[in-house]
């Protein structure tokens, strides 16, 4: 009872922190690590999307863990955080087309050297695929994406890979390499983004993380580094 | 109206390389300057601070180093009969912004030019004929030698710390450095890098079959070092993160880590950031420049008067500037007459990729920007063009800035692009695959220039610069034949070599990364009909105007750009310094 009026101290503390943590996100604040014991392979399901609706967020979870499965090598894009770390990079400026040049007039139908060209926003892009992509499995097979079986999805992601199926708002090539573009970033960002968790992706790829100090080993040519990934909160493999 | 403020002696448009450099070297003469930025202010232990600044994301993927393209971009076509469209994303090129500019995220690969890159016309006809240059080439030579720079590249090394193996001391050619260099008249401040594995590998396959590669010049401090300026660096810890990061160690020159430190100490020096140059104000005659119209940090429209006026924003920003202010004639490509925005020039790259045996360890996150082993056996007129025809040609070199995983990993060749496989596939390569790279010159054409943009617009209104640029055949045989040669090294190497070398009949293509090394459209000649700045960066137009930056290459180098660039800078302040102040006019009578 007597420890109650400081842990209000601390809560209320803690809450006058939150726009801190929301306008820094490298702020140590925002990176402590969600503990996951024993690798459950649900590690989002605690997590409430902030930009996916139910739908959008059920298919962001089966199409990653296709793009990214779990194998001998480590955890699927699921176990690694990579749908938390895209539904909250939705709420960045990046995903609000921020970062771009977004004035008029658009000429989507320009050679493709000339790069991006059409109006959508990376939110634009998630909501109109997975719609367009939840519709054309209902079609099919009278299942959403998510509801499908992993060869089903699998080959629907192929088709979304070919172009195979029909978009109105865009090419669906377009939707197709975004996903696969943030599925692996979120795999190899730094874990405070959400995504990378216990640093899967570093341990795979044998990338150190944030050591960013190799002055002894640089003669050491051709031998294995002996040290682990830290990220930038301090986490350690 | 815009609010005036009191004159000064100097006023600096841009704060990286050539602003610092000029600020120091005219603060030092006793000059009143200020310097507009229009990016935010950037240090070391704000910006560049450890471990937040070793973030993949935030920096190289989502640019927060980067100009901001909502703002201001470039729209690009690839000839005069297309529609420019936006550069909406950042892809082929990387513009810099805020305090330090490129040279805040730039690697630190610092060359000096050929002696006869510099009178490139000249020595071609001399060498190959009067007929060798295409008649839609429009190269010419560089108003100044090599000669006349090369105290200027001395000053400079010394400044940024350049680590290198001198090849060239005063004609006498040293083992373990660049044979073809120019002649040097001291050694490099400071040795070269210790070697990484991968360069150790390139280098002994290159003597193998004959060829001596030597360590990449590297404004990567391989010791502790201070400078003219008494600007201490630190030796280089190879972190990996140099290209898109400011250096948390203080070993990677730039504006912060060589100039600043003594620049900020000097009352007559003023920096002020988030400062948006519109335009350089004339007087009624447009010949001299009576200051500069910009938006302050307020949003409100400020005139700042002053002596003389320096450009020194980004290659593309202040060839936009010229056009934004009516000075200067601009470049018509119909009647080859005019001269601002003319002669816009570029890198053209490729590389093969050697497939080390399983279990090699190349470390590719030991890397630092300038870590590798060049030669330069395929560059400059260093090989008989004669019976190849074309003009240029490319360094080539295995070169490891890091191995960050999002950017700089990949699978193997035919490995699948994701799912099943994909994790294999991506961490054979990731510790196997040596890259070799030829990075090669682009000549200057009739039809690449720059102009301003009939449609796009900035978030000021102003009109965006626009882009007309495309591949040459000169330019696809010049990197074939490079990489004829860096294939020749991957198989000494051994194993499997894959080649990806830029196809002829392909366009410039805006998606991908290829340098941010573009050039011209604010050219150095003999003559105000063939250039926009003489010897000296002096505008021909207007005398109180000088204008820094690889904007001034007549053509690029198969080199990166940034020693060129410094070297220019402290010819021209020195010439400023010398002579100008003392009787200001024309340096050069047209």
New interface residues.
Partial sequence: MSEKPSRRRFLQASLTLIPVVSLAPQSVFAATPQTQPNGSTSAGAEYSPRYFTAAEWAFVNAATEQLIPKDDMGPGAVECGIPVFIDRQMETPYAHGALWYMQGPFMPDVAPEFGYQQRLTPRDIYRFGIRACDVACQLSQGKTFAEMDASSQLQTLQQLESGAIAMEEMAPTLFFAQLLKNTKEGYFADPIYGGNKRMAGWKMIGFPGARADFMDWIDHPNERYPLGAVSIDGQRS | MARNQPEVDVVIVGFGWTGAIMAMELANAGLEIIALERGEMQDTPQTAN???V?????YS???KLLQ???K??VT?R?STNQ?A?????H?AFLLGNGVGGAGFHWNGMSWRAFTQDLRLRSHYQERYGEQFIAKEMTIQDYPVSYEELEPYFAKWEDVAAVSGQTGNLKGQILSGGNRWEAPRSSAYPLAPL????GA?VFAKAAADIGLQAFPVPAANASAPHTNQYGVRLG?C?????CEGYGC?MYSKASPQTSILPALLEKKNFTLKSRSHVLKVNTDSSGGLATGVTYIDPQGQEVFQPAKMVILCAFQMHNVRLLLLSGIGRPYDPVSGEGVVGKNYAYHMNSSVNVLMPKG????P??GTGAAGSALDDFNGDNFDHGPLGFVGGASVYHLRTG????QQ?KTLKDGP????G???S??ED??RTLPIYAQGSVMAYRDTYLSLDP???DSHGQPLLRMTFDWHENEFAMIKHAIGGATKIGKAVGGDVQINLRQSGS?????AYQSTHTTGGAIMGDSPNNSVVNRYLQSWDVHNLFVMGACAFPQNLGYNPTGLVAALTYWSVDHIKQRYLKSPGPLVQA
Wanted: hydrophobic letters at 25%; proline letters at 6%; charged letters at 20%.
């Fill in positions: 450890y471990p937040n070793i973030d993949e994301l935030a993927v989502r640019g901001d393209l909502s201001e971009t690009i690839h529609t469209v936006p550069y909406r994303q892809g210790q070697s990484i594995y150790q030796p810890n190879f972190c990996g993160f948390y090699t360890q190349l470390n996150y030991i191995g960050r995983p999002i990993s692009s994701w799912g099943k994909w994790k294999a991506v961490q990731y510790q449609t796009y617009k366009h410039f293509d805006t998606r």
